[in-house]
């Protein structure tokens, strides 16, 4: 009796002891749990820009669009060939990525990204952080196919790239092509079928938030609004060995306007509308140390995405409605890499204002009558821009170099009926000068 009462005693002493390891390893398994379905990731981005003339750029000035037209004084000085410089931190970036939980084959995911740019007003004021990427995923995988193959489908519900964005040049640059490509990360609801090894078929429900159309109010948001259409996407991509195909094709219809005056004098409602249709190619191809890349999109409007277009008002209608046209524009860029630890870069731009398909019915096309990109000029008649530069990648650090040539054709501001400035024709260029000091975490 007096024994057991002894083990009784050690054993009353030593459970807390006991609770106190299970517990701790029960902590262990959980932390290790979390981690293992969270990846933390982000950089440290100083960029150091040089331009030699004013231009048009954002985010601080770092993220570059092109140079302004000439603006002569009576003493026949450009007052836009002016030189600026400016050093930035505040694209440095911060992201979260969740995976690994899943029921049977249902697997679900989530990225949430954001950097620090929102807050500045032009070129001052304190950065704060901002929303870049928001969304969750739904992925069925090993679903079957005829033969020995699996497909899956997977659904991106939040903010993400937009699917004409997503793929971009070699360079370190902060608009990375644009506005030779389209650039912009929006809300969008977006499935991605992969049928095998090759094959992936996308579709994708896209509004605006950030990047937004032109219009009779300036960029807004509410033209996609008031026209309750989501912008549409459809495209196919191939793949294979290093060498990928894609294409694919936007639709945009927006009402630019809800209420007008007609012949009376009379405010009343209108169904303005606009719908703009835009397709894209793009490739790549991977060899060892080298990498090409190239895109083109001929697009109607496209200023929704940082594209060199827009639209105009064409007609006027007795009940107060406007009709539209969209401007037409050929964008495209190449790309070529070489090298990993030391890795030289060469981009090349080209972009075109086409114009109307067919000329107004009233002649020419007034300035007030062109709705175009808030980033750009619509007197633009063509533009291009070579930018090599050099990248030395040690570890998580990255030292980089650039020179960047951006040209553009303006023409005096008297429009003819495709809306097209093609009166004394003129080139200006900015040469920016910049580096890049990137670490990686």
């Not at 005829?146 to 793929?167: F, R, T």
Request: hydrophobic share 40%; net charge neutral.
């Amino acid at each position: 009796m007096k024994r057991i009462t002894i083990f009784l005693a050690l054993l009353i002493l030593a459970s807390p002891a006991f609770a106190a390891e299970k517990d701790k390893d029960t902590k262990s398994e959980a932390k290790e749990h979390l981690q293992n379905h969270f990846k933390f990731y982000g950089f440290i981005r100083n960029y150091f820009a040089y331009d030699s003339r004013e231009s048009v750029s954002g985010t601080g000035n770092l993220f570059y669009y092109l140079p302004k037209d000439q603006s002569l004084n009576s003493l026949g000085e450009d007052l836009n060939q002016q030189s600026s410089f400016r050093f930035l931190a505040l694209t440095s970036r911060v992201g979260v990525d969740v995976s690994g939980y899943y029921v049977n084959n249902v697997h679900f995911g989530a990225k949430v990204e954001a950097d620090f740019y929102n807050g500045l007003s032009g070129s001052t004021g304190t950065a704060s952080l901002r929303l870049r990427q928001a969304y969750a995923t739904i992925t069925w995988k090993d679903l079957p196919m005829n033969g020995d193959g699996k497909a899956s489908v997977g659904l991106k519900i939040g903010q993400a790239w937009h699917p004409m964005a997503a793929d971009h040049p070699h360079v370190f640059s902060l608009e990375v092509g644009a506005p030779f490509g389209p650039f912009s990360r929006t809300p969008q609801v977006a499935m991605d079928a992969n049928l095998g090894d090759h094959w992936t078929i996308t579709a994708a429900a896209i509004w605006q938030m950030q990047y937004t159309s032109a219009g009779p109010n300036g960029a807004s948001a509410d033209y996609i609004k008031y026209g309750c259409t989501p912008e549409m996407y459809a495209g196919v991509t191939y793949k294979t060995d290093g060498f990928l195909m894609r294409v694919g094709v936007d639709m945009l219809s927006i009402k630019p306007r809800i209420q007008g005056e007609n012949a009376a004098g009379v405010t009343v409602k209108v169904d303005d509308r606009i719908t703009t249709v835009s397709p894209f190619a793009y490739a790549q191809y991977s060899y060892k140390k080298f990498s090409v890349k190239a895109k083109t999109v001929y697009g109607q409007g496209g200023d929704h995405f940082n594209l060199m277009s827009g639209y105009a008002k064409v007609a006027e209608n007795a009940d107060g409605s406007w009709e539209y046209a969209p401007l037409r524009n050929s964008s495209s860029w190449l790309s070529l890499s070489y090298g990993k630890k030391w890795q030289g870069v060469l981009f090349l731009g080209y972009m075109k204002n086409l114009g109307l398909a067919d000329g107004a019915a009233d002649g020419p096309v007034v300035a007030d009558d062109i709705y175009f990109c808030k980033n750009g000029f619509a007197n633009l008649n063509q533009m291009y821009r070579i930018n090599p530069e050099v990248m030395y990648n040690f570890g998580k650090f990255t030292l980089g170099l650039e020179y960047q040539y951006t040209a553009v054709q303006y023409g005096d501001k008297n429009y003819n009926a495709n809306a097209l400035a093609t009166e004394n024709l003129r080139w200006v260029a900015n040469s920016r000068v910049q580096m890049m000091v990137k670490y990686t975490f």
